[in-house]
Each structure stands twice: as C-alpha cells, then as structure tokens.
C-alpha cells in the first residue's frame, strides 16, 4: 500500500492514538494533520458529521470518523491481522478495546489536568499549537483548556474521590507492568485489537504529559516500553530473548494478564452496570427514534450515574460508546459454540468480568453516515 491516508488527529489527544498506532504498525501510510487546517472544516467535516478526532481520509476520499470505525476499516479488508484465532483472546482482546478507551477515563483526566504545576506548560503549548494562528487563537485555546478540565470532573474525579482514582490506577500499572515482565504485548508477540485500544489513555495523557509519564517511567517501565513500542512499526522487542511473533499459543490468556483485568473490573463493571441502567431509564422516557445519533454533540445529553466504590460514590457521565463497543464482546460471545462458551465464562469468572456478557442497554446501536445511532 503505497498511497497516503490523511489521519485529522493531535499529538495530545487521547482517542487519536489508538488509530495512529494501527496505522503505524500495520504500515499504512500516512499523513497526520490537525482539525486547525482548513481542509477539516471545508472537507472533511461535511462527511465526517462530527468535528472530532481521529478522522481518516482515505486515498479515494473516503471519510471515517472515529478510532474503531478506522481500524475496522483496515481490518476487514486485511484478513484481520489483529484478531487473535481463539475465543478466549478474542474476548480478552475485545475487552481490553471497550476498558481502554472508555474505562480509564478517570485517571487519564485525572493525570492530565489536576498537576497543573508540572503538565499546564506542556499541554498548553499542544493545545495552542492545534489550532491556525489567528487573533482570537490564545481565547480559543483557554476555552478549550476550560472544557477539558471540567470533564475530568463529570467523569468522576473530586476531591473525595482523588485519592482512589490514584489508588486504583497505581494498582493497575503495577499488575500491567508485571505482565509486561513476560511479553511485550497483550496476548503474545504481536498486537491485538485490545492493546490498540488501552493505548488510547496510556499514550496521549498518562504516557506523555509530564506528571504520569515520570511516574510511569519510574514505577512502571515496562509499560513505558510498551507504550513506545505501539509507536513504532517494528516488533520493538529486544529485551524479549526468544522472543516469538504470534498471539500465544493454544488460546492461552496469561495469570499475569487476569491479574490485570481483576483490578480493572473493580469499578469498570459497577460503573457498567450504574451506566446501563441510568441509559436504560433515560430511553424509556425518550424513546428516540431509530437513526437517531446515539453518541457525540448531535445525541441528546443523558446525565450521570452514580456507583460506590471502596465505600465511596462515584458520580461520572454515562456515555452509550461504552456499550456500542461492549456489544462487540457480547456478540463475539453469542457465536461461540457451548464448549467455547464454557472456557470463557470460566475465565471471566476467574477475573470478575463475567456480569459485562449480561449489562446491556435496551436498544442496540450502529453505525450510520459516520455516526453512532440507536436502532
């Protein structure tokens, strides 16, 4: 592939760095520029519907928006390189996808705006630097600083929560970086969908800004090392002596990997299951209609749902993208054959996941003209 795709994306931000890694290991080729550019609002946005990030244009001037709909993209006309063969990877890999991109929005928030002290000139120079330099560019910037600070609030950070996040996060990068002791990537040797998708908080905010990545390099190095090893087109694995090239083995999910998803599922599922049923009771009373946008600016807002966790409440967004992505697991699941079926609810179980093959909303959603919509 020899043609250059235009990814709309920033260095900063925290979605565009799942798509800019699958691009780069998959070595497509492509050209990144920021929303700043004209091309975006004149082009690109008319197609894409929604000014958000990433944004792929293809040779052919196809527009996708959003990270999963672009590596779908390239996935399904590549025979699927990133998709493990068993099903327990299958579910691991899918989920992993779902957690990354939605479930570690709180300390990535948390990381990235409450250490003004150490991260405020970095960011700020990103921010500024997104956008044209025009007149009202320094104005533009503190707005958008403004907007961005206040959503580490609705997605649960407070000062009576502070301390958990980072306790919860630390307990997280210790079990990550003890399974990195033994691979360099989620499932083996190679990328899968999964770890694409945990990039997407742990690049842009808390493997770049300057408070969590120091901590990150000093507490956590191995997942450093991933980090810059899903920004990089080679396997990137020299300190892997032996090292192998595919998935592992026989469907194996590693101990180190459960332990993983074990810390994970302590308020991703709760917050799953508030969300849901918070979403659920927002649709009986609004019933919108079919095609109608289920997520982003055009969506009607729903509000929050609140959880407790290690004897604290949590009060954070409930966003439907969450359970348009856990679909995919759900739907991996439904195909399998009973036996199949039966390893992975014994691996779920083993790791406190098993409740996401039941918390759903109560219509489904898909994807139309670039955009997420109920059915």
């Not at 293809?58 to 928006?65: A, D, F």
């Not at 399904?76 to 493990?84: G, K, V, Y």
């Not at 997407?200 to 770049?208: E, K, T, V």
């Not at 749902?305 to 967004?317: C, H, N, S, W």
Request: charged content about 25%; glycine content about 6%.
């Amino acid at each position: 592939m020899t043609e250059i795709h235009k990814l709309y994306a920033i260095t900063h931000s925290l979605y565009s760095g799942r798509a800019r890694s699958y691009l780069i290991k998959q070595g497509i080729p492509f050209e990144e520029l920021s929303t700043g550019h004209e091309s975006f609002k004149a082009d690109v946005l008319p197609k894409g519907k929604l000014p958000t990030i990433p944004t792929l244009v293809t040779p052919e001037g196809e527009v996708i928006r959003d990270g999963a709909a672009i590596i779908e993209h390239f996935e399904s006309a590549n025979d699927r390189p990133c998709l493990p063969p068993g099903p327990k990877q299958q579910i691991v890999s899918a989920l992993f996808d779902v957690i990354g991109t939605d479930g570690l929005l709180r300390p990535a928030m948390h990381y990235r705006w409450n250490f003004p002290g150490d991260n405020l000139d970095f960011i700020r120079y990103h921010f500024l630097h997104s956008q044209r330099d025009l007149p009202q560019r320094e104005e533009k910037t503190e707005a958008m600083m403004d907007r961005m600070r206040h959503a580490a609030m609705i997605f649960g950070v407070t000062d009576e929560t502070r301390d958990l996040v980072e306790s919860l996060y630390l307990e997280y990068l210790d079990a990550l970086n003890k399974h990195f002791e033994h691979y360099p990537y989620l499932l083996g040797w190679r990328p899968c969908i999964g770890d694409f998708g945990l990039l997407a908080p742990m690049y842009a905010h808390l493997g770049r800004d300057p408070h969590p990545v120091r901590l990150m390099q000093q507490r956590a190095t191995r997942v450093y090392r991933w980090v810059e090893r899903m920004n990089r087109a080679d396997q990137d694995a020299p300190e892997y002596f032996n090292a192998g090239t595919e998935f592992l083995a026989e469907d194996e999910v590693p101990e180190t990997l459960l332990a993983v998803l074990r810390v994970l599922a302590e308020d991703f599922v709760p917050e799953g299951r508030a969300a849901a049923q918070h979403i659920n009771a927002w649709l009986a009373e609004n019933q919108p209609e079919p095609g109608a946008p289920a997520v982003g600016r055009l969506a009607m807002a729903m509000g929050t749902a609140e959880f407790t966790l290690r004897g604290k409440t949590i009060v954070a967004l409930a966003q439907p993208y969450r359970f348009f992505l856990l679909q995919r697991v759900q739907a991996i699941y439904e195909s399998l054959d009973p036996s199949d079926k039966s390893s992975v609810d014994e691996m779920l179980a083993s790791c406190g996941m098993s409740d996401l093959l039941e918390i759903k909303l109560d219509r489904r959603m898909g994807r139309s003209d670039n955009l997420e919509v109920w059915l």
